[in-house]
């Protein structure tokens, strides 16, 4: 069963389902900070509160990108398609390449439902100049401020994490279209070879005749060995630094 998730994985994500619980709130009096350090706690809840608006941002910048991105691609590709389906025959490979825009298509527009998604307006809690007008003693004012904060931050939190999750599934659909870009482009160019009359079975026994042509001598092994040797040592170098 483990296997046929994993195969369901690779080509259909999904984001996984899990309950949210709410965000405890806390009051002035739980927090227990020395009025040593209380300033210093402040400036701190401040910039968690900064850090959180911060990635906000950056989750929907990256998600217009996807959608920029998407659109000129998806437009340059339909266009190419509908003009080798005009001058081409159909045939095996003119299918192939219109399975591959289908495929395309759909990747894409789930990397756009989701990039829309993390661009929802949701509720967001900001920071305002009428946070800080309060008439309390000096610890006081600090300790409510920051509680003030606090809760801010966590309910935030969960919105920005919904954002994340759904920007990180446009990206996994968005790194399968690029693949399948790949692909697109590579038969486009087996298609374009095949048309220009190129002879591959030619080609191929001359590659072939040329390997056959290369001799092996006693230099030439022990260079081999050295650059076996070496790569090796690299490769165990490079994992003890990795698991430091």
């Known amino acids: 069963m483990k296997i046929f998730n994993n195969i369901r994985e690779f080509f259909w994500p999904l984001l996984e389902k899990s309950q949210i619980p709410e965000p405890k709130q806390i009051s002035p009096e739980e927090i227990t900070v020395s009025s040593t350090h209380i300033e210093k706690t402040l400036e701190y809840a401040i910039n968690c509160y900064e850090a959180e608006n911060e990635r906000k ?11 920029g991105t998407i659109s000129v ?5 339909i266009g190419a398609t509908s003009v080798l389906v005009k001058i081409n025959d159909y045939n095996i490979t003119i ?7 289908f495929v395309l298509t759909v990747y894409m527009t789930r990397t756009v ?5 993390a661009l929802e307006r949701k509720s967001y809690h900001t920071l305002s ?27 935030n939190s969960i919105v920005i994490n919904g954002k994340v999750d759904n920007m990180t599934m446009a990206q996994e659909y968005f790194k399968r279209a690029i693949v ?11 298609l374009f070879l095949s048309k220009s009359g190129i002879d591959f079975s030619r080609h191929f026994q001359k590659c072939i005749a040329l390997l056959n042509r ?14 076996a040797i070496t790569s090796f040592l690299l490769s165990i170098k490079a994992l003890m630094r990795k698991n430091k």
């Open 180 to 190: 399948i870009v790949a692909l697109y482009s590579f038969v486009i160019l087996l």
């Open 129 to 155: 100049i009428n946070d800080f007008l309060i008439s309390d003693s000096d610890e006081t004012y600090y300790r409510k401020i920051i509680s003030e904060i606090t809760n801010k931050v966590r309910k």
């Open 214 to 227: 290369i001799e092996l001598n006693g230099w030439n092994t022990i260079i081999l060995y050295v650059l």
């Open 57 to 67: 941002k950056t989750v929907e910048g990256k998600s217009s990108l996807f959608i």
């Open 113 to 117: 439902w989701f990039s829309i998604k």
């Open 95 to 101: 299918s192939f390449i219109v399975l591959l825009l």
């Open 73 to 77: 691609i998806t437009s340059v590709i």
